[in-house]
């Protein structure tokens, strides 16, 4: 059983950047490929980024590529996501989640575990 607790979320105007974090409980936290989706109101949820057990593979939707970078810290369980020149279109509630796998999948419904999400909001 994992729980990931994701924070950092914020308002922030357009070019400007924010740092999610997402903890994760448990001593299995560095066998887990971990991934970031996000929610828009009346849209479906999609995959933004992942990065493998290891941290040395990160895949990322071609929307935020450039622009967004996912790390992890196995020492402290915890992912993030460094998200650099924001845009109104990132304004989405923003989830962690873990996926029981070597490579990190790009569907929601391949990961195990989810946080609670925290929204981000980027003023025009």
């Known amino acids: 059983q994992v729980q990931l607790v994701e924070s950092g979320g914020g308002l922030v105007q357009a070019g400007g950047s924010l740092r999610l974090s997402c903890v994760a409980s448990?001593?299995?936290?560095?066998?887990?490929?971990m991934g970031w989706f996000r929610q828009a109101p009346g849209k479906e949820r999609e995959f933004v980024a992942g990065?493998?057990?290891?941290?040395?593979?990160?895949y990322y939707a071609d929307s935020v590529k450039g622009r967004f970078a996912i790390s992890r810290d196995n020492a402290k369980n915890t992912v993030y996501l460094q998200m650099d020149i924001l845009k109104p279109e990132d304004t989405a509630v923003y989830y962690c989640?873990?996926?029981?796998?070597?490579?990190?999948?790009?569907?929601?419904?391949?990961?195990?575990?989810w946080g609670q999400g925290t929204q981000v909001t980027v003023s025009s």
């Open positions: 448990g001593r299995t936290f560095s066998r887990y490929a």
């Open positions: 989640a873990a996926d029981l796998t070597v490579v990190p999948g790009v569907r929601w419904y391949e990961y195990d575990y």
């Open positions: 990065i493998n057990w290891s941290g040395d593979r990160t």
